[in-house]
């Protein structure tokens, strides 16, 4: 047998044979949830939300040594090369997907309960769509990349629709699931004309084959141009680009908070995995790199498009959680400058946009989670009025919000500064002036949304006879906000080191 | 005599265009079920034609068989949401999905 290949996959390994005991626990407990019932701990949910988060943590845990031990010194774990890649790269994402699963899996841990959605199908729906986002982030050919898409999205269909009881939840299942497999269709077909242009489903050798094509000419090229707009499109799709977009508000709106939280992170950054992946690894020679005639400019008007209007739309909102999904296609934009930079500047620019995706990573898990945290069953926080004073009568709940939304809106000491300035940096040594200074100006912008919460947590009181916000008792949600809180914190005081890290990772795929 | 390379490519092409506009501008959700899958098929066709072009290996036809069975999978899931959806509200109009706006 042929360890080094296991010691490779063993992330992937370690999560899905968690995901698979949870599943055969979970068929064999007893408990099963009324819905009338006002019994909080009548349901699974406690034992398998922490199962859950340790068998994920694990994933990340092994990642992160095999970082140490050095994934070139595996030996045989290129044998399942190109279809799952074992680089710096995949155990990067691989960290960052479990670690955000794992903080969503606690936060659901007092989320489910506390609304009476008790059912333990949860827990293996974000294990196996967590093992989807790994396979994603690592495939190096177009097969696995539609396999680990497809398992991926498939759980979050589901998650979407968990409550099904509730016409909003299954609402947003709907479009959700409508749009995201409309965009794989785009994807797919996108990849069957690569496939016919250049013989090659993987990565490697599409990019060889287009850099052996004649720029410009015969009825390959076309298609190879035919095949990158309709894969750039189902990727915009996917990470909820400006103007594709439109199905992200509603789903974000519509689903269980931890299912938000879950689909702004994790399926986030599997998106941008990829993106990164196939822009630079299939597209990156033969001219589509180029400005003047392949994707970046085309990227860049989809970053400028997105930043502005989901940050000028994303103000006007009176629900806080939909403020957040705005918010998040906003953070969406950011990064995509940084893809834009990555072209020209390198390793660098694309260690910065790993890096940002980590920060945003910390900082969304802790703003969903603080708003899971602000309401209680039948008290659920969801608008701004919800949130009046709340800052006051719960000084921890609304300090942890606060925390993280200054980290979104990018204010130092937290990660999310020195995501954004690392952006911007990576922004300005390609040259990309105008991109840097449309970034700046929109996460002024944004400061006034983000503000415009703590405003009302601390500085109104709730009109007399209005619903008021009820936090709810959680020590699974309060773990993930710690977690997620000090890791905010030591990215923002020590951002180098991860800085380093994130940039290693990103000259494995160049 | 063997049908041209082309020819399938076209079909191809005029089935996916016939799913992607059948999405677009359709308002059943079940139809729109079934763009998709059109547009599914219609890259198995793609991929299946332009194996014939590459002798030397089946990327192409063992693509097609993780599609059939990813699509069959997508359908499962999809009904039950239709499903759910019809039971809430009684209808299977996309324009009646209008809770959730701006």
């Known amino acids: ?510 | 005599m063997t049908v041209p390379l082309e020819y399938f490519v076209i079909v191809a092409a005029a089935l996916f265009m016939t799913g992607a506009v059948g999405f677009l501008i359709r308002r059943n959700l079940l139809v729109l079920l079934m763009s998709i899958e059109l547009m599914l098929n219609a890259v198995n066709l793609t991929l299946v034609a332009f194996n014939r072009q590459y002798v030397g290996g089946h990327a192409g036809q063992i693509f097609t068989f993780f599609i059939i069975a990813i699509a069959a999978a997508e359908a499962a899931v999809g009904l039950a949401i239709v499903l759910a959806f019809f039971r809430l509200r009684s209808t299977v109009r996309s324009d009646d999905a209008d809770l959730l706006r701006n």
């Not at chain 1, 390959?220 to 992200?248: C, D, E, Q, R, Y």
Request: glycine share 10%.
């Open chain 1, 1 to 510: 047998m042929n360890s080094g290949l296991f010691l490779g996959l063993s992330p992937l390994l370690v999560v899905s044979l968690g995901g698979l005991l949870l599943m055969v626990a979970e068929a064999f407990s007893k408990r099963r949830v009324d819905e009338t019932s006002d019994d909080r701990d009548a349901g699974p949910s406690s034992e398998l939300s922490l199962g859950t988060a340790v068998t994920l943590l694990a994933g990340a845990v092994f990642a992160a040594a095999i970082w140490f031990v050095g994934p070139e010194k595996l030996e045989g774990a290129s044998s399942v090369a190109p279809w799952v890649i074992v680089d710096r790269f995949t155990l990067f994402f691989s960290f960052v997907l479990c670690l955000g699963g794992a903080l969503a899996a606690l936060l659901a841990g007092g989320y489910l309960p506390e609304h009476r959605l008790d059912r333990g199908e949860f827990y293996p729906l974000i294990i196996f769509s967590t093992v989807g986002a790994m396979i994603l982030a690592s495939a190096g050919d177009l097969l696995s990349l539609f396999l680990g898409l497809e398992t991926m999205s498939l759980g979050v269909y589901a998650m979407v629709g968990f409550r099904r009881a509730s016409l909003r939840s299954t609402e947003a299942a709907v479009k959700y699931f409508l749009l995201g497999s409309f965009a794989a269709a785009l994807l797919l077909y996108g990849g069957a004309l690569l496939y016919g242009a250049t013989g090659h489903t993987d990565l490697a050798g599409i990019r060889e084959a287009i850099a052996n094509m004649q720029p410009g000419k015969g009825s390959n090229f076309a298609l190879v141009i035919t095949a990158a707009v309709l894969i750039i499109v189902g990727l915009a799709f996917k990470v909820s680009a400006v103007p594709f977009h439109m199905w992200t508000p509603d789903a974000y709106e519509g689903a269980p908070t931890p299912t938000t939280t879950y689909m702004a992170v994790a399926v986030k950054c599997a998106a941008f995995a990829t993106m990164l992946r196939v822009l630079i690894g299939a597209f990156g020679e033969g001219g589509l790199e180029s400005w003047a005639a392949g994707w970046p400019p085309v990227v860049a008007l989809l970053a400028v498009l997105t930043m502005t209007v989901a940050n000028l739309v994303a103000g006007q909102q009176e629900s806080v959680k939909r403020m957040l999904a705005y918010s998040s296609i906003a953070h969406a934009g950011y990064v995509l400058v940084g893809v834009v930079a990555t072209m020209r500047a390198g390793g660098d620019a694309q260690g910065s946009v790993m890096f940002y995706l980590l920060t945003y990573t910390v900082s969304t898990v802790g703003a969903f989670g603080a708003l899971i945290l602000m309401g209680s069953r039948g008290a659920e926080a969801v608008s701004y009025e919800d949130l009046a004073g709340v800052g006051k009568r719960h000084p921890a709940a609304g300090f942890a919000f606060s925390l993280f939304l200054l980290s979104l809106a990018g204010v130092p000491p937290t990660a999310g500064f020195f995501g954004k300035l690392y952006i911007v940096k990576a922004s300005i040594g390609a040259g990309l002036y105008p991109l840097a200074i449309i970034l700046l100006l929109n996460s002024v912008i944004s400061a006034y949304y983000y503000l415009r919460v703590m405003v009302y947590m601390y500085m109104r009181e709730p009109a007399p006879g209005a619903p008021i916000a009820k936090p709810m008792r959680s020590g699974y949600v309060a773990t993930a906000l710690v977690v997620a809180g000090v890791l905010v914190l030591v990215l923002g005081l020590w951002p180098t080191t991860s800085l380093q890290i994130a940039v290693e990772a990103a000259l494995a795929t160049r």
